[in-house]
């Protein structure tokens, strides 16, 4: 039973370009959220998705940023024109029922810019 | 807003030595309360949860948890440290549906 899955593990990419990060849930998980993590300060939620839906996205930056969770296949979170700024480690995990038991987290992807 | 503080960023400790980390929470609703451990480049790892029931919580490697509803309170102990449990511990709150909150994490160095 495969836990969360996330590719790349790490990601380089000259501002400017764009960011596209993979996410695979738990088999039978249908929730899926993604956090964003900077050095000393912890996890900071950006959205969370089921299937074809957006159910929060209040911690997604206006500008930029994007998230889908399509029938088929995994979760995408799409940063477009890069800046320094978005050099983190960006978490996806998944649930089978909104939380209440806890998540179970991916390794996260580890993005440069450069 | 709801929120999780916890309150010590680094907590050095000698191997052997019993350890609490500390976390209280901001909520006025029923809470659902969570320790996650991370260790160096990998994801968060679920060490122990509190849904309702007992207040004291069992997690996995030795750990513990007492939810304190008057302190608003989730500390996290274990009576005696290993130098496998140098990592980084995060607290969380989640309510029915709402996406877990964190706290900025406590980063438990066990000394030899």
């Known amino acids: 039973n495969a836990g969360v899955m996330q590719n790349p593990r790490h990601l380089v990419r000259r501002r400017g370009q764009e960011a596209r990060l993979r996410c695979s849930p738990m088999k039978g998980h249908s929730h899926v959220y993604w956090y964003r993590q900077l050095p000393e300060e912890g996890l900071k939620f950006m959205v969370y998705l089921q299937k074809e839906n957006i159910i929060d996205e209040s911690g997604m930056p206006k500008e930029r940023f994007s998230a889908e969770f399509p029938k088929e296949g995994p979760s995408i979170l799409r940063i477009q024109q890069v800046v320094r700024g978005d050099s983190a480690a960006y978490f996806c995990a998944s649930s089978p029922n909104g939380g209440d038991y806890g998540y179970t987290f991916g390794s996260g992807t580890r993005l440069t810019v450069v | ?112």
Do not use: M
């Not at chain 2, 999780?4 to 350890?19: G, K, N, R, Y």
């Not at chain 2, 274990?78 to 877990?100: Q, R």
């Open chain 2, 1 to 112: 807003a709801q929120s999780v503080t916890q309150l010590d960023s680094q907590v050095p400790v000698f191997e052997e030595a019993p350890v609490e980390l500390r976390c209280n929470y901001s909520s006025s609703v029923s809470v659902y309360l969570f320790w996650y451990v991370q260790y160096p480049n990998q994801g968060l790892q679920l060490l122990l949860k509190y849904l309702s029931g007992s207040t004291l919580v069992k997690g996995i490697n030795g750990f513990e948890a007492e939810f304190n509803k008057s302190q608003t309170s989730f500390h996290l102990r274990k009576p005696s440290v290993h130098i496998s449990d140098t990592a980084e511990y995060f607290c969380a709150w989640g309510s029915g549906n709402t996406p877990l909150v964190f706290g900025k994490g406590t980063r438990l160095s066990v000394i030899a």
